[in-house]
């Protein structure tokens, strides 16, 4: 029987990461329904979850000839600088060193730069707009693609880490259906926040095993290393916001 | 061609955001490798290096990022 020790934190980590990348795929989606329509916007969604679904039908049993220490070793090196970027950024938004992902503005500058996208090409204006909408889907999803397949494929939760992202997919697009706009609310940098300290924690943890360590508590450690990573994120999120604090006055 | 181009740069920088970064990241797993596979050290050291460089790492990269950004400016 499967452990909650082993499946929570690779579901999770996959549910509260798609949410992220779902919710910025769902505002270019949406740009493309207010200016053209949702025609365009629908077929360049499907298409890109066509090419996506191709990807993972391809990639999928492929996986299963790798040897499984490799595996864990090239998946666990791509979480840490993954998961650790992550990480920086959300400690940096946090600390105020850059600014807050902003949903709203993102569709206002999308929905400026597709206008003008379709104004300088007068014809097969549907088409550019169906390539917006395919080119966001595309890109989000293969980063969802990439972490399912990284927080599962190391211990075969394959199946549990694509049910959290499919969760987040379906939260995202019931919620937006009803409000009909940007998510904005959605607390982006907390989440990215929480997915950059699981995807490190996860980073750490196959890297090491790929490389023959045998962690004490095993499955168990990942939450040693997630309440690690938090704590310097936050410690150095608070610390690079004094000196702008101070700098301010 | 231009989505290609965009997949390829979107994955590309999906892992090598930042180059420093990048670079401490692997120097720190290949100093717990080399420990782990060429020194008679308990596996768990190679473990412990690993989880607290990566910290380290993090923790380094986001203190010097507002230096760097004010060092920028002033150069601009």
């Known amino acids: 029987m499967l452990e909650w020790s082993t499946a929570g934190p690779a579901v999770g980590a996959a549910f509260l990461a798609s949410i992220v990348e779902v919710v910025e795929a769902f505002t270019i989606v949406l740009v493309v329904a207010t200016l053209r329509g949702w025609k365009p916007a629908v077929l360049g969604t ?46 940096l938004r946090a600390g105020g060193v850059i600014p807050l992902h902003d949903e709203d503005a993102i569709f206002a500058k999308e929905s400026a730069g597709l206008s003008a996208e379709v104004e300088r090409q007068k ?13 966001a889907v595309l890109l989000e999803g293969l980063e969802v693609i990439f ?71 095993h499955d168990l450690a990942l939450f040693v290393f997630a309440v690690l990573f938090l704590v310097a994120g936050l410690m150095a999120a608070r610390m690079v916001r004094q000196p702008l604090k101070e700098a301010m006055q | 061609m231009n989505i290609l181009k965009d997949v390829l740069s979107e994955l590309f920088s999906m892992f090598i955001a ?59």
């Open chain 1, 46 to 91: 499907g298409a890109a979850l066509f090419v996506l679904a191709a990807v993972v039908v391809i990639l999928g049993p492929l996986l299963d000839q790798v040897p499984l220490h490799l595996l864990q070793l090239v998946i666990g090196v791509l979480l840490l600088l993954f998961g650790i970027g992550w990480l920086r950024k959300a400690a």
């Open chain 1, 123 to 135: 014809t097969s204006q549907d088409w550019i707009a169906g390539i917006a909408a395919f080119k």
């Open chain 1, 147 to 217: 972490i399912v397949i990284a927080v599962g494929a190391g211990r075969g939760l394959l199946w549990q880490a694509s049910l959290g992202a499919l969760a987040a997919c379906a939260l995202v697009l019931v919620i937006g259906a009803i409000a009909h706009r940007p998510l904005a609310r959605v607390p982006e940098n907390t989440l990215k926040f929480g997915v950059g300290v699981m995807l490190s924690a996860f980073g750490v943890f196959w890297t090491g095993e790929g490389l023959g360590v045998d962690w004490p508590g």
């Open chain 2, 18 to 76: 930042d180059a420093r970064l990048t670079g401490a990241i692997l120097a720190t797993v290949v100093i717990a490798a080399l420990l782990i596979n060429l020194t008679r050290l308990p596996d768990l050291v190679g473990g412990a290096v690993l989880l607290v460089g990566c910290i380290a790492v993090l923790f380094l990269s986001v203190m010097r990022e507002p230096a760097r950004r004010a060092s920028q400016r002033s150069e601009g």
